[in-house]
């Protein structure tokens, strides 16, 4: 058995690591309410940008963009959305996991992709992995995202796709179900489904068939708008992904405090038994040197 | 006639005008007036000056589209915001994307500098190991 000492320091170590997990548990907790804020406070952009380019579709049926046109694929460019600490239970290797299935499964050779790697798990990871990045840096998944710090590399994904350098985008991120449960998904960018675009405009007023004046025109509108939509999109899935975070990292830290308290416990009762034994001990040395006293 | 703008991080601005002007590097300037058939425009860079009761304000853009229809403009914007001055808006807008761009810059310079001591050090821990 340890002596009574080493289990004291352990007892002492592990209250401490369990004040440290729940202390960020709590933040986590914090972090996570300003996460879902956040997405609440984008949702109406989304609706609305979509109900402007279902409108723009709807108006006139003749009008094309190579977003909208699906073409032979040639080389995919795969966004991988991860944190950049971890201490986030499972979160980046489920994502991790289920890109490598889906390679497995689609791909014979790692030239057939290019990785856009988001935070530093998923750089480090494609690094290991020795997969072709399309940027060289880290690209942060900072705690209060902006738009702004992903502005660069999505110019840099619809320029790929626009020039053919790739024939179509997908992103992997965790979606956001609730504290609970946090699911990966896979999503496509571009090319973009026309069809669930045509059928966005949730108004009912019936007036969407109202014909527009465009400046300067149709197709440049257009130009604008589905390069807007489609980085829209790819921030929507960030802040998901920023939101699962929290919510895994949160749950992780819960059951790590938990688990610190049934170890206290058990080493408790360790000491405890040490303790009457060493007091047992010191007892029959006690009485058998005053028995040979008499 | 009514304006809102929408930003990534919420509604930015809601409220009744006489008249806008619409001004954009891409297309020049236009103003729509009450009762203004319905109309869709993009705005790469450029600003919205809106004006009720001689009191002028201006929301300058970044990567924007707006759309008008029976008196109400909706605008949607990557970047925003609102001033009494279209330079002075023009100005901060800069400058906060400035500052988070250097700041973002420097993180990750600071993050790549602790991830190489990190290294280091374990390479020292293990060698003292052996």
């Known amino acids: 058995m340890q002596s009574m000492r080493e289990i004291k320091t352990r007892i002492n170590a592990t209250e401490k690591t369990s004040q440290i997990t729940n202390a960020m548990h709590m933040v986590s907790a914090a972090k996570l309410k300003k996460a879902e804020r956040s997405i609440k406070a984008f949702r109406p952009l989304t609706r609305r940008l979509s109900r402007v380019l279902s409108r723009v579709l709807n108006n006139d049926h003749t009008l094309s963009h190579a977003m909208l046109e699906s073409r032979e694929i040639d080389k995919v460019c795969y966004i991988i959305v991860s944190s950049d600490r971890g201490l986030a239970g499972p979160y980046n290797n489920n994502i991790f996991k289920a890109f490598e299935k889906h390679i497995k499964q689609h791909h014979q050779s790692h030239d057939e992709f290019e990785i856009a790697a988001l935070g530093l798990k998923a750089f480090q990871f494609a690094k290991r992995k020795g997969y072709t990045m399309i940027h060289d840096d880290v690209i942060q998944v900072r705690d209060d995202t902006q738009y702004l710090d992903f502005q660069s590399i999505s110019d840099s994904f619809i320029k790929g796709y626009l020039s053919g350098k790739f024939d179509r985008i997908v992103v992997f991120y965790n979606q956001f179900i609730n504290t609970l449960s946090q699911e990966v998904k896979q999503e496509t960018l571009v090319p973009l489904e026309l069809n669930p675009l045509l059928n966005q405009d949730d108004d009912d007023d019936g007036s969407y068939d109202a014909l527009y004046i465009y400046e300067p025109g149709a197709k440049q509108v257009l130009q604008t708008l589905l390069p807007m939509y489609v980085v829209n999109l790819l921030f929507g899935s960030i802040l998901e992904a920023k939101a699962s975070e929290h919510a895994s990292r949160m749950t992780a830290m819960q059951s790590a405090t938990d688990n610190a308290k049934d170890l206290i416990k058990d080493l408790q009762l360790q000491y405890n038994r040490a303790r009457q034994d060493s007091i047992t001990t010191e007892l029959t040395d006690i009485i058998g040197g005053a028995e040979a006293l008499n | ?130």
């Open chain 2, 1 to 130: 006639m009514k304006i809102v703008v929408i930003t990534p991080s919420g509604e930015l601005y809601n409220e009744e005008v006489d008249y806008v002007v619409i001004s954009s590097k891409n297309n020049g300037d236009f103003a729509i007036l009450n009762n203004h058939a319905p109309l869709i425009s993009v705005i790469d860079v450029g600003y919205i000056k809106m004006v009720k009761e001689n009191k002028v304000l201006f929301t300058v853009i970044i990567n924007g589209t707006l759309e008008h229809q029976e008196n109400v403009i909706n605008v949607i914007a990557q970047e925003a915001h609102v001033g009494l001055n279209k330079d002075s808006a023009m100005q901060h807008l800069n400058d906060v994307r400035k500052e988070r761009l250097e700041e973002n810059r420097r993180r990750t310079q600071d993050f790549l500098k602790a991830e190489r001591e990190l290294k280091k050090n374990l390479k020292e821990a293990q060698a003292s190991k052996r």
